[in-house]
């Protein structure tokens, strides 16, 4: 089993509901979804383009997905991330749109967000004694000789090549395409998700998400909400206990830095 801490807005928000229903799949119940009719898209088109972000679900990673070291367990990640996300503050990101990247479509902000990444940067740190130590296949599976310098450093101190100054938050929507079907493409997504995308977006919790075994869907475990209960409350925010189980309830420039920043802020 693998276990990730990501990005997903609440199972209500709108946002989600649509993104289920471009991916064909609900992250939190992992039930297949209707596909969106798409003028000039067949249903069939969008399920293979969709089939890579449909298995991860909607979301942004924080930390990539990690097998847990053997001198910890689950109930000790959850008691940890149930602490952590306590004491952080939930902000917004200001503006996010759709856009390419790395030959996909997804949603990234418009302006990268230095808060985003220094809570990515924080979780990190935070959580790397829950990783277990990468074996040698596993770090040739990341293909280390095309990698930057930074990047290949990443890979071997913290597990992934794209973390501290090398992170982008970003919510996939498609696979790989080529430059003919990109083109197709966007202006359904933009039509799908723009409407969606008008407010700010609301950062507001972390997702534990767990892999059941190789090549399996991944889905939410639990939502752990940003901040104090009695903060939220004073806020306006819904009273709800501090990690919401859905095991039970089913229902693009870096910013620099980053570990300078983390530094001087202790």
Not at 24 to 31: C, K, L, P, W
Not at 72 to 100: C, N, Q, S, W, Y
């Amino acid at each position: 089993m693998r276990y990730a801490i990501c990005f997903t807005p609440p199972i209500g928000d709108p946002l989600s509901a649509v993104a289920a229903s471009w991916l064909g799949r609900n992250v939190y119940s992992d039930e297949p979804t209707e596909l969106p009719s798409v003028a000039g898209l067949s249903v069939s088109e969008i399920a293979f383009h969709t089939a890579v972000p449909r298995r991860f679900g909607f979301h942004a990673v924080v930390m990539a997905p990690f097998c847990l070291n053997p001198d910890t367990d689950e109930t000790e990640l959850l008691k940890a991330l149930m602490h952590f996300a306590g004491a952080e503050a939930p902000f917004e990101i200001a503006g996010m749109e759709v856009a390419r990247f790395s030959q996909c479509w997804g949603l990234v902000p418009q302006v990268p967000s230095q808060e985003m990444h220094l809570l990515a940067a924080r979780v990190v740190q935070a959580f790397d004694r829950f990783r277990a130590p990468m074996s040698e296949d596993e770090i040739e599976r990341c293909d280390p000789d095309r990698l930057t310098a930074p990047q290949f450093t990443n890979l071997h101190r913290w597990g992934d090549p794209y973390v501290m100054d090398e992170y982008r938050f970003h919510m996939k929507l498609t696979g790989a395409l080529n430059p003919e079907t990109a083109r197709r493409m966007e202006a359904p997504l933009r039509e799908l998700f723009q409407p969606h995308l008008e407010r700010p977006l609301a950062i507001g919790s972390l997702a534990l998400f767990v892999e059941q075994g190789p090549g399996a869907p991944m889905r939410v475990h639990s939502q752990h909400p940003l901040g104090k209960i009695s903060a939220r409350s004073r806020d306006g925010g819904a009273k709800r206990p501090v990690v919401e189980s859905l095991a039970e309830g089913r229902a693009v420039a870096p910013i620099p830095f980053i570990m300078a920043s983390l530094l001087a802020g202790r």
